[in-house]
């Protein structure tokens, strides 16, 4: 296989603004960079799984060996970015008389702390009408100081300007973009991920894999997130089993780290497809963690698209290490679903929907079609998803 | 403007769209859930640039003009990029980043039918072949 011709659409448009940080131990630059950045009275937002780890009284204690002040530490944030925790975060970010912010965790705890962000650089106190905007982009301007740790290799949020909040009432997810949300500064520190659960390595791990593939494989696919996320599949396939086996090996914990960055540059300009359009109708309807969701749906989404663009999927079986290069296109895109199925195997992903109390059953599949067939990232895919094709999915995926 | 002569041509597809719209059961039902007064606002091609669909109450009713009430959302863009919108041509989300539409209001039950767009777009063309404006088609 020689590398095909990738199209692209004629206009495109690529940018990150977040600085990023990488060492293990960069956590020892959190002083000095917050100051740059004319922080000084800090309020760390947290949740209470990684203060239970020690994981954030590591960044407490860089605070505290400093000049910096600790405000306050709010540590209330449940899964999912939810629209209370965000107007609650707002009310105790201005009563601690903060003017900054460190954050430390995964993709819930980094999707609330933006939305905070948000609310304190607009002075407002509800963030619900403006997630309804969806896009906070007219009038935006920057916010105040805000540094960022993932303590997960997955959802990349300490990069991407978008979040996505729970509304608990109408069981739906919003996906919200603000130029400016995330943060200044990503520290990625792989010391910080060391205790995490092989369970958790594994599907936060598959759910940068999901950003990379769809990143890659979208409608808005373009060359220089081409770039990003293919090398972040490349350091996923090698890394991502050595993480889960040998959770201590800080070669594999820091390049997880970085390629879930990198998928995360990656699709937050080109946007991602219908695998995150249905795991984010399972994670809404059944509390399915998103990265194990992206898991299970990912290899019936790919084998659903490669007609559309095997190009892709070609170049994507290469990134994974797979020798295609004596194939057809369409024989190497079909053995880059192959690959994931053996992958997920090999990091000990079996689930299926039916583990999460999915049924197969109108009752449970109308809802979950009805959302996914309406969420933003479905315009995306590169094949065109009617309702019908949806419900063959999650039948698939039971 | 890039695609019309007047400021009336493009209301006139734009209306004529969702009269075809209307009929197609998916998009109807679709429309009706949105359950908002929608002002799709255009002026910046002309004072008489705009129209407003009445998607409240189990009915879609589109008409020429700024609705008399105040709109539950405002959609504001030009004319042109309204007719890559419905052409399936403008991606609404990056659109939004790109500032080409500016929104006021609660945009997610509008947003909820953009991946319908496709379609949309289908009806569309229709629209424009029943109207003539066969120049105006964006392949």
Known sequence: MKFPSIGFEPFFSWVNRTRILYAPSVRKELAFELSQLGGSNVVLFTDKGVSKA???QKIVEQISN?????AGIFDNIQQDARMTN?????????????????????????????????????????????????????DAKPLPPHIAFPTTAGTGCEVTNAMV?????????????????????AMLDPELTLSLPPKITAFTGMDALTHAIEGVSSVGAEPIAD????????LISKYLPIAVNEPENIEARGNMLIASTMAAMC????????????????????????????????????????????????????????????????????????AIRELKELIGLTETLRDYGVKNDPEHFGPLVELAASDGQISYNPRYVEENDLLRLFNQAI | MEYWKDQHEPITAFLKLFEKAKEDPELSEGLKKVNQLIWFDYTEDGSDCSFHVDCRNGQVVAKQGKPSEEPDLIMSLSADDAHRSWSNKLNPVMAITRKKIRVKGSATGLLKLAPKLKKVALIYEQALNELNFLDKILK
């Not at chain 1, 400093?66 to 600790?70: D, F, G, I, Q, T």
């Not at chain 1, 490669?306 to 020798?323: F, H, M, N, S």
């Open chain 1, 66 to 70: 400093s000049e910096l002040k600790l």
């Open chain 1, 165 to 185: 909040v729970l509304d608990v009432e109408s069981k739906s997810k919003l996906s919200v973009t603000h130029p400016y949300c995330n943060s200044d500064i």
């Open chain 1, 86 to 138: 965000i107007n609650d975060g707002a009310e105790y970010y201005r009563s601690c008389g903060a003017d900054c912010m460190v954050v430390v965790g995964g993709g819930s705890v980094m999707d609330t702390a933006k939305a905070v962000n948000i609310l304190i650089g607009t002075g407002l106190d509800d963030f619900k009408p403006l997630a309804e905007q969806a896009g906070l982009w007219e």
């Open chain 1, 267 to 338: 699709f937050c300009n080109t946007m991602t497809g219908a695998t995150h359009a249905t795991a984010h109708a399972l994670g809404a309807l059944h509390g399915i963690p998103h990265g194990m969701a992206n898991a299970i749906m990912l290899p019936l989404v790919m084998e659903f698209n490669i007609e559309e663009c095997p190009e892709r999927y070609a170049v994507i079986a290469d990134a994974l290490g797979l020798q295609v290069h004596e194939d057809e296109i369409s024989t190497a895109a079909s053995k880059s679903v192959q």
């Open chain 1, 227 to 234: 770039a990003l996320g293919l090398h972040a599949i490349r």
């Open chain 1, 54 to 56: 020690g994981i954030s």
